[in-house]
């Protein structure tokens, strides 16, 4: 089962525009990770933001963490056409290693 | 440093059959975690390895298994294939034990087929 669900399932935009997606868990997390993927490939890493801060930057990205509502957010500002992909939250749920629990994505298309 | 390798990119089973799929690991990471993606399920966790011992394992049945080598590689091996069985499978290595403190790197992925 999915620990994480994640609004909206998908979200259409233009080019310059803001996107801006939020996810939601179940339990008390350590950590909350977002990950981008390109049409069934790999993912890749985004950002990694601790159950003990609140927000988060790097470049055009910005992720925020509310513990009390269990909810975080990922803004992605001044979107391009390569920032077209699913991103997906997820959670580490305790200290025994790398165990990840996936949100359902959302899928992004930003038009040129 | 090469990236995350997985081997084959894609595979076509038939049901009944087995299959094993091979993950290289970045050099140096001893951690590796192993999931299913499908459009129904999303992103599942089957297991993670780490220093050859599986450390966490996902709901899944005992049709999944994997091990870990000295070098850190990892193979995942699927016995008595059913069509449901058809996902992307990504491997993905991490530097040290837990996550909170590091990221986890993706390989592109096989994706298996189950007719």
């Known amino acids: 089962s999915q620990q994480g669900e994640e609004d909206p399932q998908a979200l259409s935009i233009q080019e310059g525009e803001n996107a801006t997606m939020n996810c939601s868990y179940k339990t008390s997390i350590n950590n909350l990770q977002w990950y981008r993927q390109n049409s069934g490939r790999g993912l890749v890493h985004l950002i990694l933001?601790?159950?003990?801060?609140r927000e988060k930057h790097s470049g055009r990205l910005r992720v925020t963490l509310d513990t009390s509502k269990k909810s975080s957010s990922l803004l992605i500002t001044a979107s391009r056409a390569a920032d077209t992909a699913s991103y997906f939250c997820?959670?580490?749920?305790?200290?025994?290693?790398?165990?990840?629990?996936f949100g359902g994505g959302t899928r992004l298309m930003v038009k040129p | 440093k090469a990236g995350v390798t997985q081997t084959p990119r894609y595979l076509i089973k038939t049901r009944g059959q087995q299959v094993t799929l091979s993950c290289s690991p970045i050099s140096g990471h001893r951690s590796v975690s192993w999931y299913q993606q499908t459009p129904g399920q999303g992103l599942q966790f089957l297991f993670e390895?780490?220093?050859?011992?599986?450390?966490n394992k996902g709901n899944f049945p005992g049709r999944f298994s994997g091990r870990q080598f000295s070098n850190s590689r990892s193979e995942m091996n699927v016995s008595t294939l059913e069509l449901g069985d058809s996902a992307l499978y990504l491997c993905?290595?991490?530097?040290?034990?837990?996550?909170?403190?590091?990221?986890?790197?993706f390989g592109p992925g096989t994706r298996l087929t189950v007719l």
């Open positions: 993905a290595s991490s530097l040290i034990a837990v996550s909170s403190y590091n990221e986890q790197f």
């Open positions: 997820a959670t580490d749920l305790n200290n025994a290693g790398n165990m990840l629990t």
């Open positions: 933001i601790r159950s003990n801060e």
């Open positions: 390895y780490f220093s050859e011992t599986q450390r």
